[in-house]
């Protein structure tokens, strides 16, 4: 199985959403070989729009195996009096999936690794799956997460992706178990996508510029 991963950040509004839905929906009808590999277990797609778009995002898009809706984040607070906050409590019936500690909110929001341990703990009470998100080995890997994005500051959204060497390398470092799928995110794109994909230890792509547009979502996937 391998994994595609749109992360839109904070980019699309409702209508956004709505034309982004309306043609990956019609490209997906056309593309029977992807069709296929969902159908086969061989490829799962995971959208990852801001919490005011999960609910439109997951009634409209095409229903299919294996293709998911996460969260970019949810917050530390498991559920109470903490306006603003979205809890795993409030996301339950709506995701599978939510990134956790994306390189953007370390640095914007100072999220510490206890606060993203925190924030696993939580979603494993709840059923959703952590998609915990690294820049190098030095971040935390707390015990049980199944999905790990490695993500250098540099390749993200930038154009500079990382050599696969490079990933390799870096996988080689972080600490995982051997069930551990690892994810590479950092300027992948339709051009570069199948570089990775030819290495069987790269189980997916968390994929942020590349994802806001369906064509060049589809073209990835397609190449999966
Ligand atoms: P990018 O973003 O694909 O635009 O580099 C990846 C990410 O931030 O998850």
Redesign the pocket.
Known sequence: MRYLIA?W?STKNVEDAFSWIVQFNHLLKQESSIQKKLNNDELKIIICPSFHLLTTVKAKIAKSKNIAIGAQDVSFFEQGNYTGEVSAQNLKDIIDYS?IG???RRKYLKETDNMIDQKISILKDYSIEPIL?VRDNKDLIPKDVRFI?Y?PIY????GK?ESLTDVLNAKAKISHDRDTIFIY?????SDNITEYSNAPEIKGF??????KDPNSFIMMASRL
């Open positions: 992360n950040k990134i994306h390189s953007e998100c994005a993500e390749a993200i959204g930038t992706n995110g950092g300027s992948v794109n968390l994929v942020g510029n590349a994802s």
